[in-house]
């Protein structure tokens, strides 16, 4: 019979954190790049977790994004990617882990490292410096979109900013935004939205994608465009995730194409209550320092009035003449100011309604709550909205 070991027998915790150790000790395994296949991904909370996999093994993955700003790349399951990170376990339950701060599809070793390189030299031309940056127009006159004329970038920026501000025009620049020669065509574009006349605002972008369907807004010539335009540009390439070249020139960045749509065109409503607000306060002000003038001539006229001898009597009764003429002054000149300040708000207010546009004879056709802009777009049934009412119309060929 073997005789039983003396040694002493240790806690699991006390494994798991001998075994972590030698993981997090080893500088082979805490950076290093791991090829695989993506299977399981989920995205729960501010991680992704996916299990990467080969014909023989499989390990579990998880990616913290608000660490993992790095990547470019969402991953689907099936999809070969390479992934950089280390190894570590997790404690409390004893799991093997991979943990990873870069995704990139496999295959486009290339391609990364071409956007590495014209990020590092741009970023040392000073291109991306937040010095540079120009603020965006408070209300754009005219804003030129460049963009596919078929996705539903232009659709989405479209109804959004109809939406919050139907009194901003868009202007649509057609680009390919995809493929052999799209990067001409979106460098040209912005250039031609830079010298559009009334424009003072240009988005440009397209909707999600491989790194390879991005690619076009990696292209130098692209950048050089956005940083040659004479108006201020956001970017709005892909989805959150996503970050271009185009991303780190142009003034703004745009999570999505519908967000650019929100940054560059503030809220009416918004706006109409911010004016109602300052007249209130305006109205607030007044009002309080027409009672600190009252409160302080009632003071004086109790001591005017505690004041026995004749003379002095005459005397305050004089003062009180006095600060009560500039009490009245100074009220007449506050509520006058108070008044100009109302008028001016409410001749921006004004200038901000629809109708003022209708009223000089313009109509405004609409397909339900959609504004038709082009004859293109004309539904078969219309309403045509006038200044004083509505009609409905039927479109001949």
């Known amino acids: 019979m073997r005789e039983e070991s003396s040694a002493r027998a240790i806690t699991v915790s006390e494994l798991n954190r001998y075994v972590r150790g030698s993981l997090v000790s080893d500088p082979i395994l805490q950076s290093m790049n791991l090829r695989g296949e993506v299977s399981g991904f989920r995205v729960y909370g501010s991680a992704w977790y996916f299990e990467l996999k080969d014909e023989h093994a499989a390990v579990n993955c998880v990616l913290f994004t608000r660490g993992g700003r790095l990547t470019s790349h969402q991953p689907v399951n099936g999809e070969q990617v390479i992934v950089h990170g280390r190894a570590d376990l997790y404690e409390q339950r004893g799991t093997f882990q991979f943990v990873a701060d870069m995704i990139r599809p496999d295959g ?15 970023a040392a031309e000073g291109l991306f410096d937040e010095a540079r940056k120009r603020p965006l127009p408070e209300r754009p006159r005219k804003i030129a979109v460049v963009t596919s004329a078929q996705g539903a970038v232009w659709h989405d920026i479209h109804k959004i900013c109809g939406e919050r501000d139907p009194g901003v025009p868009l202007v ?7 493929g052999a020669g799209a990067a001409q065509e979106i460098a040209a574009g912005i250039a031609r939205a830079g010298r559009l006349p009334g424009v003072d605002l240009v988005i440009a972008g ?6 390879e369907d991005l690619w076009c807004f990696n292209e130098e010539m692209v950048a050089r465009a956005i940083a040659a335009c004479p108006l201020p540009v956001i970017s709005a390439v892909g989805h959150e995730t996503d970050f271009t070249i185009a991303d780190f020139v142009a003034d703004r960045r745009a999570s999505t194409p519908s967000n650019a749509a929100e940054m560059a065109v503030p809220d009416r409503a918004a706006r109409t209550r911010a004016v109602i607000q300052l007249r209130q306060r305006l109205e607030s002000a007044a009002e309080h320092a027409l009672q600190r003038q009252e409160m302080a001539a009632a003071l004086m006229r109790r001591r005017l009035e505690a004041c026995a001898p004749t003379d002095r009597l005459r005397e305050m009764a004089n003062r009180l003449a006095m600060a009560s003429l500039r009490m009245e002054r100074a009220t007449e000149a506050l509520l006058e100011r108070t008044q100009q300040r109302l008028t001016r708000a409410g001749i921006r207010l004004e200038a901000l309604n629809p109708t003022r546009v209708l009223e000089r004879g313009y109509v405004l056709v609409q397909d339900g709550d959609r504004t038709v802009t082009r004859a293109a777009y004309a539904p078969e049934k219309m309403t045509l909205r006038f200044a004083d009412g509505r009609i409905q119309v039927r479109r001949e060929e």
């Open 108 to 122: 486009t070793g290339a391609l990364w490292l071409r956007f590495q390189q014209l990020k590092q030299r741009l």
């Open 206 to 211: 397209r909707g999600g994608g491989s790194m």
């Open 172 to 178: 649509l620049v057609p680009v390919a935004v995809q």
